[in-house]
């Protein structure tokens, strides 16, 4: 029996690094999972597929989270495939380096539906399913880039600031109806990083840290599995820094 036993979670941008740890995560402690991601079906299959194989329950969906419509079908088949929705996981994000003086108004939009827009979407989906069940909990993934500054990532730190106050906001009006609401925010994380996310910045590699390291994705998911469990319903409208004292608060 585990702590999570009989709850069900959606996790965006769940197809590798973060997200599938997270994912993984929730799922040894019993939750069911909706594994989601938005373009690799064999990438959100084959987590769901390590989760099945570990005797759990989880599906694979592709969607955009920036798309209502897309949003809307995957948390139907979470309540009809599962019977309910009890955690929610905004993880889905677009790295970009782009400098501000070349970016343009659509890059700047595409990367704030993602990570933002996203998150209000999912979120607005889900809540009303969480209700009925007494309450639930809302983690999403913000950054260390909007707290150090960083060059050529304006558009992801603002989407970051943004996502904060997003879930500051939902703490407290849904927390009289028993949700939690947090961000979990990490530093240099040891994750494959795609080609659009370009080199690690010098203020986030290891000889700037504290800790002399990377982070590693358990170690992110391992804060994001005590808020969403038992243990964390107590803390809501946090930001929680996991970064090696890269940035204290």
């Not at 979670?9 to 997270?22: D, F, L, P, Q, Y």
């Not at 009925?132 to 990532?153: E, H």
């Not at 994380?189 to 690690?200: C, F, K, P, S």
């Not at 170690?219 to 469990?229: C, N, Q, T």
Request: aromatic letters at 2%; hydrophobic letters at 45%; one cysteine or more.
């Amino acid at each position: 029996m585990g702590a999570l036993d009989g709850k069900v979670a959606i996790v965006s941008g769940a197809g590798k690094n973060i997200g599938r740890e997270i994912a993984l995560t929730l799922a040894r402690d019993g939750a069911t999972v909706v594994v989601n991601g938005r373009g690799d079906q064999a990438a959100v299959d084959a987590v769901a597929g390590e989760i099945e194989a570990m005797g759990g329950r989880a599906v694979g969906h592709l969607a955009n989270v920036a798309d209502e419509a897309a949003v809307g079908a995957m948390v139907d088949r979470a309540v009809d495939t599962f019977g309910g929705i009890d955690i929610v996981v905004s993880n889905a994000g677009l790295r970009r380096q782009t400098p501000f003086l070349e970016m343009g108004y659509a890059e700047w939009r595409e990367i704030l539906s993602v990570a933002l827009d996203g998150a209000f979407l999912l979120s607005r989906a889900c809540v009303p399913h969480m209700l009925p069940r007494g309450g639930g909990a809302i983690v999403a993934l913000s950054g260390i880039s909007n707290r150090i500054g960083t060059p050529n990532r304006c558009h992801v730190s603002a989407s970051k600031s943004g996502l904060e106050g997003l879930i500051r906001a939902l703490a407290v009006e849904l927390g009289p109806q028993g949700i939690t609401a947090n961000c979990v925010s990490p530093g240099a994380i040891d994750t494959v990083r795609g080609a659009a996310a370009g080199q690690m910045p010098s203020t986030m590699r290891e000889d700037g840290v504290p800790a002399r390291r990377k982070g590693t994705t358990g170690e992110i998911a391992a804060m994001v599995h005590h808020l969403v469990g038992p243990n964390g319903r107590f803390i809501t409208g946090q930001t929680i820094h996991v970064n090696g004292g890269a940035y204290l608060t």
